[in-house]
Every structure is written in structure tokens, then in C-alpha cells.
């Protein structure tokens, strides 16, 4: 398993904490402080924002979590990867694809996010 791929296992878990100040925690330790992401339906920039994006997703989807779809691709300072969103051990309802920008250190910088399949 890579780094890249450990980062974003890590990064998918943090959208599943309901806990505020676990998920907060987590956000700070993964994400760099000035990081931005953006998808059809937000663009948010820091931490903070980021954090609030996540909560109301979690209101918007009570019950459902995210999980990862394929393997993520990697290379330089790029990885991508599906997603999915729906019932544990369910069929999801929601399926992704993200492109996200990590650094130096092992953090994320930027996640660009697509909506492949969404509820009706």
C-alpha cells in the first residue's frame, strides 16, 4: 500500500466521523491549512470550511458512509480516486471521482471533486 493510498483511506474516514472535535482533529492533521475543495456543488477554502462542507454532507446523508471505489493512481504529487456513498454494507447512492493535490509532507493541498452517479 502507498502513502498516497493510506492518505486517501485517511482522508474518506474523516467524512465519516460525526464527531466534531474527532473530525476536526483528523482535518487538521490531513489537510494543509490554506486547502481548498472544490465539486459541482461547493468551493470552500481552509480548514474551517472544509469541516462545515463535511457536516452538511453528513446532515444532508444521515447514516450513509463513504467508501473508497478503485484503487487510487498516483504520481508526483497527484492522486485520483473513486468513492462511494451509501449504506454500510449497501449499494451506493452517490459515486465520485477526486483528484486530489498532496504535498511534501504527506497532507492534502486540493481536492477537485466529480459526481459520477447522483440520487434522482
Known sequence: MTDAT????RYLAIWNI???AERRAEIDAVWTED???VDPLVDV???DAIDATIAAVQQQFPGLV???GDDVDAHHDLARFTWKLGPE???AIVVGFDVATLTEDG???TVHGFLDQVPA
Do not use: S
Open 18 to 20: 460525526t464527531d466534531d
Open 66 to 68: 463513504f467508501t473508497p
Open 89 to 91: 454494507g449497501g449499494e
Open 45 to 47: 477554502t481552509g480548514r
Open 107 to 109: 497532507r492534502i493541498r
Open 35 to 37: 486547502a481548498r475543495y
Open 6 to 9: 493510506k492518505l486517501v483511506e
